[in-house]
């Protein structure tokens, strides 16, 4: 019987280090979307600067052809 009462007892210990409370994993959650969030505006950004390069590096080339 004094088995079953300390398993029982330490019963929440073990789910406590299981199992994640939703008060401490919304915040982390909220973190992590907002890092997401950034990184593919950063992204975004990238690929215009990029798609903006090839671009004017085209007109470049069009106008050294061009050039007498």
Known sequence: ???LVDTING???RIEATYVRKDVLDPQL???RS???KHSDWLL???RLVIGA???A???LVV???SP
């Open 45 to 47: 950004w990238a690929q």
């Open 11 to 13: 019963l929440s210990a």
């Open 30 to 32: 909220q973190e992590i």
């Open 64 to 66: 050294v052809q061009r």
């Open 58 to 60: 085209l007109l470049a």
């Open 54 to 56: 090839v671009i004017v």
């Open 1 to 3: 019987m004094e088995k």
């Open 35 to 37: 890092d997401i969030a």
